[in-house]
């Protein structure tokens, strides 16, 4: 259990740090929004509220490492079925019910959620048209990030409705974060619960590992619910949609997804692949006509959402716009700043159409990595199985983010419902990125950084999420040229194995073996494997010589 042990630890650490008065996790927050009684008191006993901001924020990235360290440990012993299930699903509710006695972490993008959402509840607007700047009188207008306050909605139109109720319902801003932090709690834990029971069904080895990729992931539990973001309402579809697919209800997972597209646009590159395996099921002649129904049905959806605030001026309701924006820790930026400054060596004039075309190519990347997953769903049947597709989803996901010019920490979180089903370097490269991204983020607000930080960019995006983007990317295109099914797992070996294995390393999976005591062919043990000491029985089982397996041993004789 020391690998529990290690993941309470760090994530207690990180709560202690966050509940601190000028803790560098938090962003600016409003007036009177503070940590609960119990963790204030308990980060004053430890003497964290009497360190400057510096010393702080050396002890929140010690506090990251201890949660990223402790979440690996807790994957690998979970994932070589370790650690029961129980006690998996235990540290999932005591990590969340933690971070709700905590104020906003890691992002102010819930002040955006909330000022588009007033757009609709209190000044009868469209959020896709009209912006924050539109009302700088609002209370939320100081808390909002500035790059923001001039951009419409990018979000889909059932969470806009979601926004919109709760700010009609809630009004102080502390409520409101309050209660978008709650929605992303019961949202992550709705998807541990459809994970955990979709995997306890139909791989119960990796159902620890399932759900501890998720309740136990310290991205999940304090950029995600910490932040209150939208990201983990993706999941939930995405993973009722996995659901619904191994029970055969392909309608209503269908619909799922179309609900998850109308949260985030992500949602649609796996409804897409859906919607190709479920035409290419059904026999030729019927295909038009199942197309054309899953098309209505999944139109349907998003325009009974969609319809109110469908217009012109933005047809896309804010897709086009959130596709212009940059984040630093993306690997992409490599390859975006190699395209601006060979621009620059051109003339000053064409470093921005350098980098739109880096953009472009990167955007081509992830369209022509989707189309190689939905040819291979086309083409074999063995690809439309729902292991293969879950596997398939969560390839599509890692293809649209990866590569992507724009990458936050809480992207990685539309893929973790699928990790239980990913082969082995797709699903350590997921561990790998959660865990550093969580230790990444020194401060919230850039201000907060030394002086001698605040000048130190990197150009190139996030080194590590370069490596993985790269190792992950080399093993999808050596998948797709060999023929090798996504969700298989390979011989070949990898980085991390060794790490995997742990302390039984060099043994497999314990394997259940079925004994038949009547049949054809009967074999004494003692024939095929002789006792050799005089404590050991021979026992008489049933084996079908036809499907040879796994030799039955002698048993000791006080055990029989």
């Given amino acids: 259990m020391r690998a529990v042990a290690c993941s309470i630890g760090g994530m207690v650490f990180v709560a202690l740090v966050s509940a601190t008065p000028n803790s560098p996790f938090y962003p ?45 440990l807790l994957a690998r012993e979970a994932w070589a079925g370790r650690i029961p299930v129980r006690t998996v699903v235990l540290l999932t509710v005591g990590f969340h019910a933690i971070v709700l006695m905590l104020p906003l972490l890691f992002s102010r993008d819930v002040y955006s959620y909330a000022y588009y959402g007033r757009i609709v509840s209190t000044y009868g607007g469209n959020p896709y048209v009209l912006t924050p700047s539109d009302f700088p009188l609002n209370g939320l207008w100081h808390l909002t990030w500035p790059g923001w306050r001039e951009t419409p909605s990018v979000y889909g139109p059932l969470f806009t409705w979601m926004s919109a109720l709760m700010t009609r319902v809630v009004k102080k801003p502390t409520e409101v974060v309050a209660s978008f932090q709650l929605l992303a709690a019961l949202a992550s834990l709705g998807t541990v619960a459809v994970v955990g029971r979709l995997v306890q069904k139909v791989r119960p080895e990796r159902a620890a ?54 949260v985030k646009a992500s949602a649609v590159v796996p409804l897409v692949l859906l919607v190709v395996a479920i035409v290419a099921n059904v026999p030729p002649e019927r295909r038009r006509r199942v197309l054309a129904m899953y098309g209505a049905v999944i139109a349907g959806v998003w325009l009974a959402l969609a319809l109110p605030f469908l217009q012109w001026t933005n047809p896309t309701l804010g897709l086009m716009e959130v596709s212009g924006h940059d984040s630093w820790m993306a690997p992409g930026q490599l390859i975006v700043r190699v395209a601006s400054g060979l621009g620059g060596l051109v003339g000053d004039p064409y470093r921005e159409p350098a980098a739109t075309a880096a953009r472009i190519l990167l955007f081509t990347l992830s369209l022509a990595a989707v189309i190689a997953i939905g040819h291979r769903i086309w083409t074999s049947v063995e690809a439309r199985t729902p292991e293969a597709m879950a596997a398939a989803w969560g390839w599509a996901f890692l293809a649209i983010t990866l590569p992507s010019p724009v990458l936050f920490t809480w992207y990685l979180v539309w ?41 130190v ?75 050799a000491v005089d404590d050991l029985v021979p026992l008489p089982v049933a084996l079908p010589l036809d499907e040879p397996g796994p030799l039955p041993v002698a048993v000791p004789v006080d055990v029989v």
């Fill in 28 to 72: 600016l927050l409003p007036i009177g929004m503070v940590a609960a009684n119990p963790l204030r008191w308990m980060s004053g006993v430890v003497g964290l509220g009497h360190l400057g901001a510096t010393p702080l924020m050396f002890v929140g990235l010690l506090a990251t490492i201890s949660a990223a360290s402790g979440f690996v």
């Fill in 209 to 262: 590992f399932a759900i501890a990729m998720i309740g136990c992931n310290p991205i999940v539990v304090y950029h995600v619910v910490g932040g209150g973001h939208n990201d983990i309402l993706v999941a939930f579809f995405v993973a009722c949609a996995v659901s619904l697919l191994f029970a055969r209800r392909e309608l209503l997972a269908a619909i799922a997804l179309a609900l998850g597209m109308s």
């Fill in 457 to 531: 960019k990197l150009p190139f995006g996030h080194p590590i999420a370069i490596a993985v983007c790269v190792w992950v990317g080399a093993d999808f295109v050596r998948r797709i040229r060999r023929g090798t099914p996504l969700e298989a797992e390979t011989d070949e070996p990898v980085f991390g194995d060794a790490f995997e294995a742990g302390a039984d390393r060099g043994a497999v999976r314990e394997t259940s073996l079925d004994i038949e005591l009547e049949g054809p062919t009967l074999v004494e043990v003692a024939e095929l494997l002789p006792a």
């Fill in 415 to 455: 893929a973790l419902p699928l990790a239980w089903m990913m082969p082995k370097i797709a699903r350590r490269g997921m561990v790998i990125l959660s865990a550093f991204f969580v230790v990444t983020q020194l401060v919230t607000e850039s201000s907060r950084l030394p002086t001698y930080l605040q000048t």
